[in-house]
């Protein structure tokens, strides 16, 4: 029966670690392992949205967001944000929105997203984006070239 049991947690064992091990290594796609920095992003590897999005990070304005399915939960995920008032949460989970936005659609989406974005905020508050969400505008410069 021991041996029984043992034979059967082995592999459970494994499978668990792999699983664990493949959620670790798809968490961080973007970090070198070695020094746990940002890989540098050139327009050939990242879209200006990643590559501001990155740079946020490394310089520790912000952390890296929990990953969400797409760009709908992270929209669903800012909106719950706004709703109750945590500004910083909310500029995270746009930002993070409009870099998947850019990567599975183009730069060009988000750029348009992020006019919609200006507007409804205009709408709603009366203030820009980045008058109403600060780290929004400190992770996404305008007039700023992300590949410097």
């Known amino acids: 029966?021991?041996?029984?049991v043992r034979s059967l947690l082995i592999p459970l064992t494994l499978l668990i670690a792999g699983i664990s091990l493949t959620e670790v290594v798809m968490a961080t796609p973007a970090n070198n392992a070695a020094t746990k920095q940002a890989r540098r992003c050139t327009p050939r590897t990242c879209t200006p949205y990643r590559a501001n999005f990155e740079r946020a990070i490394a310089n520790g304005t912000i952390s890296r967001p929990s990953r969400v399915p797409g760009v709908e939960q992270a929209i669903a995920l800012a909106d719950r944000a706004m709703?109750?008032?945590d500004r910083t949460t909310a500029a995270l989970r746009l930002a993070q929105a409009l870099v998947i936005l850019s990567e599975e659609q183009g730069t060009e989406s988000a750029i348009?997203?992020?006019r919609t974005l200006e507007a409804d905020m205009k709408a709603k508050k009366?203030?820009?984006l980045r008058t109403a969400l600060p780290l929004f505008g400190r992770i996404f410069p305008q007039n700023r070239n992300p590949f410097r």
């Open 112 to 114: 348009a997203y992020e």
């Open 126 to 128: 009366g203030q820009s």
């Open 1 to 4: 029966m021991k041996s029984t």
């Open 83 to 85: 709703t109750r008032g």
